[in-house]
T-cell receptor, first 107, second 116 residues
Framework: GQNIDQPTEMTATEGAIVQINCTYQ??????LFWYQQHAGEAPTFLSYNVLDGLEEKGRFSSFLSRSKGYSYLLLKELQMKDSASYLC????????FGKGTRLSVIA | ETGVTQTPRHLVMGMTNKKSLKCEQH?????MYWYKQSAKKPLELMFVYNFKEQTENNSVPSRFSPECPNSSHLFLHLHTLQPEDSALYLC???????????????FGQGTRLTVV
């Protein structure tokens, strides 16, 4: 079976840095996805990690440790538009999602 | 615009009605998926089609019936639903269910379904 755990809600200040953690247990591993979902909209792809380490993509970075079953999404220079839910998903097709972390960015 | 289009965006139906949700992808993908998203619950996989063949049915009640006439279109036929079936129904597609390395799924905007 597969189990994904991430915090339900987080709040951070505009311009700050926030780290959203995700732990997972899976019978097989084929990478780890992060998606962003604004309220009432479709989830959109942010990042995919299959090897250990940090993948940087502009203001967003994603980290993976396969031995620890752990990933995080790092958001820098937060903007108000970053307020959304962030979904962690195992890469075993089809994707299995965590409950998502609702991030609120405040002024 | 993700290349995956779902219609309708909103649907209200009675428990005795029959309706269908439609999904179309313009990405040349071979795998298509139906997910259900209820409030405060994770995205739940319902059905998977790979090259038009159903490869997964995640213990979904028979009042939900999928149809995949070709790799670009996916339907979800609904009949005699219950109020607890009210949710956001999301369609997604990816290159291939068994592609290596894995590729991301692209989601449609979803259909917000309310059963009254």
């Amino acid at each position: 079976g597969q189990n994904i755990d991430q915090p339900t809600e987080m709040t951070a200040t505009e311009g700050a840095i926030v780290q959203i953690n995700c732990t997972y247990q899976t019978s097989g591993f084929n990478g780890l996805f992060w998606y962003q979902q604004h309220a009432g909209e479709a989830p959109t792809f942010l990042s995919y990690n299959v090897l250990d380490g940090l993948e940087e993509k502009g203001r967003f970075s994603s980290f993976l440790s396969r031995s620890k079953g752990y990933s995080y999404l790092l958001l820098k220079e937060l903007q108000m538009k970053d307020s959304a839910s962030y979904l962690c998903a195992t890469g075993n097709t089809p994707l299995v999602f965590g409950k998502g972390t609702r991030l609120s960015v405040i002024a | 615009e993700t290349g995956v289009t779902q219609t309708p965006r909103h649907l209200v139906m009675g428990m005795t009605n029959k309706k269908s949700l439609k999904c179309e992808q313009h990405l040349g993908h071979n795998a298509m998926y139906w997910y259900k998203q209820s409030a405060k619950k994770p995205l739940e996989l319902m059905f998977v089609y790979n090259f038009k063949e159903q490869t997964e049915n995640n213990s979904v009640p028979s009042r939900f019936s999928p149809e995949c006439p070709n790799s670009s279109h996916l339907f979800l036929h609904l009949h005699t639903l219950q109020p607890e079936d009210s949710a956001l129904y999301l369609c997604a597609s990816s290159q291939d269910q068994n592609s290596e390395p894995n590729t991301e799924a692209f989601f449609g905007q979803g259909t917000r379904l309310t059963v009254v």
